[in-house]
């Protein structure tokens, strides 16, 4: 006679009608599958934990956020934000559906240069960017977005030197009714910062100045503040037309869409409180269309949005390494991974799916990665049903920030995995091993021998 | 361990104690368990009855029992 099946005896106490900082159950089916491909099979062949990248995930989403656009605005173009996840093949997925590169640093630059991109479709951002990486971009005709003006008086002397002619924008910071306000980068706009540094660019005549950039928060929950801060672009580029006779071609808005994680503390779920594509292309497409432009003379829209782009198509699995009870009574689930490899998890409050059948029976608790660290919490609160040893969990929308945030810390840093149009899994990354650390360490000769 | 006389249990698996007027709830294994020891089966009859029908592992099922078993005298439905 075939066994039944074994859950972990539970006896919950009931409090109706009162609130709790767990929340309500918010499981009701397991992820057994992740685009067709099940989970266990992956972790069976990739090990535990395993990062998954979803590449239907990725362009749909891409293709959802280019539509809303265009839809409202006729020249639209992405860039992609290589902080957010700088995997080659992610990378890649992108570039296929017509993304730029948007990078911050000269590793990422040329990281883009390497993926194939060409020179004159990178944005070169961020305010660490050394002699060498400017020459490099001057050389391939980048877009360099000016943020400070050590940086600006540093870029006119490089064009002196190699006399060449760089394309430019400067990053201009402003008020949007949002606080804190993002004022480290870039120039000020309401105390004629920005003006200042428009008139030097313009008037020493050695650059191209060929756009305005911004780039004003991060998980705005508010699409108006991108309003506000296409109308004040706008016209700044209205007013350095009237006064220099001078075209700016492009503005760029940078990042900072919200992806629909749900912050900590948040009362609503994030696929609540965070707008959609439409209502940022609403709000910033409006404002730019009741800008003073003729139809033929507006500008190109560059957004650099990635966390939304890329947070749904990644998954994390993982394993159940034991459970305990704590002193309050409540349970405690640790699991294989940890805040090293999901930094996320010191924000957002991850949905995390059991990957096998279970009851409707749950227990309140909280969730803690493996690291022999106090602060290793995935989850503080979470309603689960009984996991035991060996079962398996989903974290879902991991895909940004973890994959190039991630530390190796204690644990290495383990595969990553796309599965693609095809449900075909390809090993995009490979996990990190002793040899891997160790080939870049030196030993003194002196420390190689010791009595114990 | 026994389960306190004055504990109500539904079918469902309602639990309430009318000393401390709480309530609680169970899943069927729970149920099940709380059964055999209103029976006053001993630990080594409920393990024997549970591995004989579930696709669970002893040390499993140990580890499980006795984090049950202080759950429900913490929660004062079981005594010892």
Redesign the interface.
Known sequence: ME????????????N?GMMNKFGTRTEYNPVTHIDGVAVKELIGKYGSPLFVISERTIRQTYQDCKRAFTNRYPRVQMAWSYKTNYINAVCNVFHQEGSWAEVVSGFEYNKALQNGVPGNKIIFNGPDKTDKDLLLAIEHNSLIHIDHLDELYRLMEITKEVNKRPRVAIRVNMDTGVYPMWDRFGFNYETGQAWDAINKIILNDQMDLVGLHCHIGTFMLTANAYAIAASKLADLAYHIHAKFNKKITYIDLGGGFASKNTLRGSYLQGNVSSPSFDDYAEAICSALLNAEYSKQELPLLILETGRALIDDAGSLCGTVLA?K?LSD?RRATIMDFGVNILFTSFWYEHKLSPAQEF?H?TEDGVVYGPLCMNIDVIRESITLP?M??GDNVVVHSVGAYNMTQWMQFIAMRPNVVMIDMDSKVHLIRNKETLEYINNIEEMPGYLKEFKI | MKIKKNIAISESGFIFNPTTGDSFSTNPIGFEIIHLLREEKDKEAIKQSILSRYAVDESTFEKDFYDFSTLLQNSQIAED
Do not use: A, H, I, Q
């Not at chain 1, 066994?3 to 009931?14: A, F, M, S």
């Open positions: 066994k039944l099946r074994y859950e972990r005896p539970v006896v919950k106490k009931l109706t459970n009870r009574g009851s029976y009984p035991k040893k």
